[in-house]
């Protein structure tokens, strides 16, 4: 009973199965040609999960290099920002808005998340509450850079960070570093390095890490007029996973202050570059680089070949930061009384002195009686977005794209958010396929 009987009517479902058979499948090329054609990243993710057949043509990574990605803004997801700390009553009536203490992702305008605001803990599994109150340092290509909370009895001195890997959703817990080699300041400048960075080809993770990576520190004891390298490798042997350090104070003409502006490193041409304010043999203000050889820890300082420091630079050192351009070269930026100073090497040949290249209204009004200009925050640099806000009024930020100067208020933003700890999350589209799909193939 129920069955249809022989020379009874076809089911709707017969006729659909039947249908569908006398369809001749599309070549791969085609289909390869189609897929090609989706115009945006979750569309074409979502496309890699219909069936077998389209799974493996996506994560064929001919296909992820030969697609054109998202530029710009689109690459840029948000802002991972730690909250101010809360006292116990404060924490007991906001937790139920807030159901973590991890660090949280405030969406950037545009951002493919959409405009839901996220946490740390979306993205790596953390069911020992390690990530808690997690204060983000750097961030590069998927790799985050926190320190965690100290542990009962830890000294005042000792560091315990951690490396979250956002594409394989795990962290990674570095040895406890004794910092007190550095004065009260403590570290002053941060690198989260990838495989990539250094070289590495196709790898294996090593045992009781998610990846490949490289973390850098710079210190200074400026009673002792010194300076240290800090390094961590997760692909050295078991034995040799602890942090080495270097006194690099005799690489350092005397003479020169830093790191200035962004705390984490602009990383360009096999190194990590952090800026540097000095006196030149002429007593004229001048500009170096701190270089760290990704490869080899090599330490070198370069003097940028600038004819004529700015005034507002020479003034406004603080506000001065060392950048990447849209091309991956290195590049100055300057927020002064709302007006955007880039300067670069104009003909990017690498010899020239660099020069002014651009100088843009921002598009919001100075702030605090007309005299507050916007300070930067932190940089995406594949975005070229620049995270900014005034410092009298720390609930409202904005968005500034470092090529228009165009602004958009973060519709995310409170005061609750420590603006000091803001770091840019940014997705490399192809790695982000790649790490997804090639596991399940």
Known sequence: MGERESGGEMSEHDSAAAAAACCPALPEDVVVEILERVSDVVSLFRCAFACKQWHRLVADPAFLRRRIWPEGGRSLLGFFVQRHHLSVNTMRKVTK???TRAPA??????????????????????????LDQAKPLAVRDGLLLVRIWPRPGDKKSILRLCVCDLLAGR??????????????????????????????GPHRPVDGYSTVFQVFLIGVRQDERQMYLLKFSSSATASHRVWTSYNCSSQIPRGLWGPFGCRIAAVSGGAAHWLFHGNGPDHAPSLYTLDVSVNTGRVSMTKLPLDVLPRTIRVDRDNVWLCLNMDGRLSLCCLNKNILLTLADGDQSGTDAWHLTQAIVVGVEVGLFGIES??????????????????????RAYALDLQSGSTTKIA?????????TA???????????MSRLRPLL
């Open 97 to 99: 808005h807030f159901p």
């Open 374 to 395: 916007l300070s930067s925050v932190c940089i995406g640099e594949k975005s070229g977005t620049l995270l900014a806000l005034y410092h009298s009024e720390p609930d």
């Open 412 to 420: 995310g933003w409170n005061r609750s958010f420590n603006y000091m």
């Open 423 to 433: 770091v840019p999350c940014e997705i490399n589209w192809q790695v982000f396929f």
């Open 105 to 130: 992702l405030v969406p950037a305008p545009g951002s493919v998340l959409g405009p839901e605001r996220r946490f740390l803990t979306s993205f790596v599994r953390d069911d020992i509450g390690l």
């Open 171 to 200: 962290w990674n817990l570095l040895p406890a570093l004794d910092a007190g080699l550095f004065d009260d300041q403590g570290v002053r400048g941060y690198a989260v390095l990838t495989a990539a960075d250094h070289g590495a």
